[in-house]
C-alpha cells in the first residue's frame, strides 16, 4: 500500500520560510519521480515541483521559481520543498505525489501522478 504523508506547512509571514516534507512508504521510491503540487480554495490543483527520480533533474513552475527548491533523499524515502521569500499568494493545500511510471523525466501534468498524500496546509500571512 502506497502511502505519501506530508508534513511542515503552517503559518508565517511574508517573506519567510517554510519546509515541507513528504515521507513515503510501500513502494520502491527510488525509482519514481516526485511532484509537489498545491490547490487554494476555489482553485484548480496546480503545479509547484518535480524531481526525477534519481534526482538529477528538477522543474519548477514560474510562479514558484527562484523562491521554492525541490530536493529528495532516496535513502530516507522523503522528497522536499523548500520554500523562501514566502508570499501570500502562496497560501495552499500542499500535496505531493508520486509519478504512475518508473523511471520517467519530470511533469507538470497532475494525470501523471497516481498516488497523492493528503496535504498540508501553508498560510502566508502577517
Not at 517573506?15 to 519521480?33: E, M, N
Request: aromatic share 12%.
Amino acid at each position: 500500500q502506497v502511502q505519501l504523508v506530508e508534513s511542515g506547512g503552517g503559518l508565517v509571514q511574508p517573506g519567510g520560510s517554510l519546509r515541507l516534507s513528504c515521507a513515503a512508504s510501500g513502494l520502491t521510491f527510488s525509482v519514481y519521480t516526485m511532484g509537489w503540487f498545491r490547490q487554494a480554495p476555489g482553485k484548480e490543483r496546480d503545479f509547484v515541483a518535480a524531481i526525477r527520480w534519481n534526482g538529477g533533474s528538477t522543474y519548477t513552475a514560474d510562479s514558484v521559481k527562484g523562491r521554492f527548491t525541490i530536493s529528495r533523499d532516496n535513502a530516507k524515502n522523503t522528497v522536499y520543498l523548500q520554500m523562501n521569500s514566502l508570499k501570500p499568494e502562496d497560501t495552499a493545500v500542499y500535496y505531493c505525489a508520486k509519478h504512475k511510471y518508473r523511471y520517467v523525466s519530470t511533469s507538470s501534468r497532475t494525470g501523471d501522478y497516481d498516488y497523492w498524500g493528503q496535504g498540508t496546509q501553508v498560510t502566508v500571512s502577517s
